[in-house]
């Protein structure tokens, strides 16, 4: 039994929100268009895997975008690829920022899956993205801290998903001067605690991992699942499993991000 009315424990064995599996879309047509945008000239593993994944869960339309540098390295197998500029350090510029948009317009939702370098130039175009984007965002990996300037403006943007390692989650508490800090040492229901409140406040959804379990925050609720794969997160397959069926169910966060952790 939970501690509080507001932590639901998912069994790995049996879903917690059973409907949420019960109701994919069987028709490609209902199940959601997703963006994937990430990626450098040094690295495109994130999203080479998270296009599989996405492929794999039954997503209805996917789009990728790259820079242009990698248009003669990229797989075969990544069919629905676009590619934008390329700045000098290899990752997206600035003049990238026509071609993310014309790409959320198209989706039901838009993934920053990271690979994308530290180039303080691409950072200023994933925040200019970030602030004219209305429609579902996931931020995950490297991807987050190239946001790190603009922490304040994702956390209070609606429609935003956050999957991020507990060292992250630590910075952006941080950022936002949230009057609570994080420590690895806590024990769960206190992080529990912490990002209830913290969701309260925001209107962001959480992703994180703490004691082996993945944490899912949200309007002050939270579910945990038990978990033994932290590198998951950091590859990005969390990240982009729990987009894919937040994209089937937008009204439902908790519920979709929850259920996607049983695939």
Partial sequence: MALHSYWHRQDP??????????????????AGKLAIIGGNKLGFAGVSESYSIATAAGVGQLRVLLPDVLRKTIPATISDAFFAPTNPSGGLSRDALTDMKVLGEWSTGVILIGDAGRNSETAILYEDFVRDYEGQLTITRDAVDLLRNTLEVVVERPNTLLVVSFAQLQKIFQSVYYPKMLAFSM??????????????????????FHQDQLIVATNGEVTTTPWHNPMAIWRGSVGMQAAVYWSWTPSKPLQAVTSSFLE
């Fill in 187 to 208: 024990q769960l229901a206190q992080v529990i605690e912490a990002v209830h409140k913290f969701t309260i406040t925001y209107p962001v959804t959480i992703v994180t």
């Fill in 13 to 30: 064995t049996k879903p917690l929100y059973p409907d949420i599996e019960w109701n994919k879309p069987e028709q490609r047509s209902m």
